[in-house]
């Protein structure tokens, strides 16, 4: 059996049913797919519930009989059942007119000469309303009230019918009909959407958060890629439930003072806490680790055709979320980063000069050592059958996108630093994760830039500016070139000519001049220093032309403070960052490029406060459409370039 349902205010309406060959009514009825797979509808007990994820809250089913004609929304179940009763004890076994394909939405007019006849064969009184029956397929639903009644009375007397007149037309069934083929788009990729800390103090709001997502990129699938016959489905992760931790012992020792506020705390924060700990971290890892496995594997037991036909996997992950996905694809692991430092101390301690005892007892301790490895080897070899491996990812991650994530702080600490080549592979192999997106708003205050760990100059490069969903053929985020934060030369006026030039466009990137509150943390205290001399800088040279001894600036002038600026410049450069090179065009030579960005930024409202933005940026990602379209446009890039090259060979 097979059904199209229909969602209005948080309820499934059930409007067409099919039985297949071998099913009856009264029989059992294996329970019902619906909303592209993620719910399942029990007809006989109408009850709902997830597949994916479990959900306290209750979705009601109804079933759907009796429509509004025009907008073909469902009546409420308790008036459409008496109306059902009533039309299959009236007309049961009746044969519909021949004029049952007539277009419904037809005016009616009562008019002589019209040839129809509109005078009520039956009626049915209801609470509010009435429903009169002109024919088997002719039913008028008619409200009571008085107003409608005034309006009834006004407009006969004008001579036209009461149904013309006030009269909602009702429909027995959906305006389509069901068929066999009935089935949803079929999933061509799917996105798992990891939360971050908060979760215990908010159970079931990733749940919430995808579903917002979700909704959104429904809406830019049908703007966007309404000719792509495939879908992409996004499933709630929500690893932190199941996990036991300490069980109650912090809130066990929270003072009672500002209880609330600890609460709060304890709830959200402590999940950081957590992760750091040698003790919960690798408890946090597997939750995550399983309930990612889990989840591919159910997905696929209902979608046995998604692995046939190549389907593709990415992860949204969300604050430290990114953290923990990241080190389950990497397989990071502390003790591996402690067993590297012992290693680093040891060859100091061989390079330092040391006595004769000094060095004695060093390789005892170096003989011990070896011993100890190897009688731990012999161990391990022993458990083998009983110590269990962390389980991997059992599919590999297509995309990896961060949302306000503080991945690259935690990359910092761990010693990770830049390098020569522009390569992702610095910080995440390919043959792991295909492409890493670093998605943040320049206000975010948990949010951190990557870019500048593969190479450290772009920390003076912008982050590519997320197109607004809206604009008009936006330049391909491959075609955009890195621009400076901060010029080299920054003149204190511009001419006419040059004020329209760079006026921002929204399908450039940047659109506006990069200010320093965008940039990342880590960078606010040389931005700070740079910006101070530059703006003393720009004031001292306004104030020497104009109360100098000359009133007017010879060209030989300018060009000596175009030196000294740029001297100040150079020697800012040398202080701050390294020097790189880059082009008279305020773009980076493609030598020293990235093989692709990684950062990307939302843009800034025009009347958006920072401060209060510092405070609900970091939670403001799920419903927002630039984010939808950006995570398709990645996602579908590959099934809109076959598309395209499939109608070129066509032409």
């Known amino acids: 059996m097979e059904m199209r349902i229909k969602s209005e205010n948080n309820t499934i309406y059930v409007f067409k049913t099919i039985y297949k060959p071998g099913e009856g009514e009264a029989g059992a009825v294996e329970p019902v797919c619906v909303r592209s797979g993620l719910y399942e509808v029990d007809v006989a007990s109408a009850e709902s519930y997830p597949v994916y994820w479990n959900q306290t809250e209750k979705i009601p089913v109804m079933r759907g009989q009796w429509f509004i004609d025009g907008t073909w929304q469902p009546l409420e179940e308790e008036e459409s059942n008496l109306i059902e009763q009533e039309h299959l004890n009236r007309f049961k076994g009746q044969q519909l007119q021949e004029s049952f394909d007539m277009e419904v939405s037809k005016p009616v007019d009562g008019k002589e000469g019209s040839g129809m006849t509109f005078s009520a064969i039956h009626s049915l009184k209801l609470s509010r309303n009435h429903v009169d029956w002109h024919s088997v397929d002719e039913v008028y639903l008619y409200s009571d009230a008085t107003t409608s009644k005034i309006a009834r009375t006004v407009t006969q007397k004008l001579g036209f019918s009461k149904a013309s007149s006030s009269g909602t037309r009702l429909h027995r069934g959906y305006v389509e009909e069901a068929t066999l083929e009935d089935k949803p788009p079929q999933t061509s990729h799917i996105v798992f959407v990891v939360h971050g800390i908060g979760q215990k103090m908010d159970q079931g709001r990733i749940i919430k958060n995808t579903a917002m997502m979700r909704d959104t990129a429904r809406k830019i699938e049908e703007k966007y890629f309404s000719n792509l016959a495939t879908h992409v489905e996004f499933l709630p992760v929500e690893w932190r439930s199941k996990l036991t931790l300490d069980g109650d012992t912090v809130d066990s020792i929270t003072p009672d003072k500002v209880r609330g506020l600890r609460d709060m705390l304890n709830s959200s924060a402590m999940d950081i806490m957590y992760y750091t700990s040698p003790l919960y971290r690798d408890e946090l890892v597997k939750g995550l680790q399983q309930e990612l496995n889990r989840l591919y594997t159910l997905f696929c037991s209902r979608n046995p055709e998604f692995e046939e036909k190549g389907g593709k996997v990415s992860i949204v992950s969300h604050s430290l979320g990114c953290v923990i996905t990241y080190d389950i694809m990497t397989g990071w692991n502390p003790v591996r980063l402690y067993e590297q430092l012992l290693q680093n101390e040891e060859e100091e301690l061989e390079d330092r000069w040391m006595s ?161 509150y965008g940039e990342s943390i880590t960078n606010i205290g040389k931005a700070s220093i740079l910006g101070a001399a530059s703006i003393g800088k720009g004031l001292g040279g306004m104030l020497f032309s104009r109360f100098g001894r000359s009133s007017t600036t010879t060209p030989q002038t300018l060009e000596t403070g175009k030196e000294g600026a740029e001297g100040d410049d150079k020697k800012a450069t040398t202080v701050g960052t390294p020097p790189f090179p880059h082009s008279s065009s305020g773009f980076l030579e493609p030598a020293v490029e990235l093989e692709h960005r990684i950062d990307f930024e939302l843009r800034e ?23 939808a379209l950006f995570l398709l446009t990645f996602m579908y890039k590959h099934d809109q370039e076959d598309t395209e090259k499939s109608s070129l060979d066509t032409i």
Request: aromatic residues 10%; contains cysteine.
């Open 605 to 627: 409202g025009l009347v958006e406060s920072r401060y209060w933005s510092a405070v609900t940026s970091h939670t403001a990602y799920w419903s927002s459409l630039d984010i």
């Open 356 to 516: 004769y005892e000094e060095q004695r007892l060093l390789e005892e301790l170096y003989i011990t050592k070896q011993r100890l490895r190897e009688i731990e080897e012999r161990l391990h070899g022993l458990k083998a059958s009983t110590i269990s491996k962390p389980p991997v990812l059992k599919f590999k991650v297509e995309n990896f996108f961060c949302m306000g994530s503080p991945l690259a702080v935690f990359l910092a600490l761990r010693g990770i630093r830049p390098g020569n080549s522009g390569s992702q592979d610095h910080i995440l192999p390919r043959t792991i994760c295909n492409r890493l997106l670093n998605i943040f708003h320049p206000t975010d205050p948990v949010a951190y830039r990557l870019e500048p760990l593969i190479l450290k100059h772009y920390s003076n490069i912008s982050p590519v500016q997320i197109h607004w969903y809206n604009t008009a053929n936006p330049l391909p985020y491959e075609h955009m070139k890195p621009s400076f934060l901060n010029p080299t030369k920054e003149p204190t006026s511009v001419t006419d000519s040059e004020s329209v030039s760079t006026v921002p466009s929204p399908t450039t990137s940047p659109v506006m001049v990069r200010r320093h």
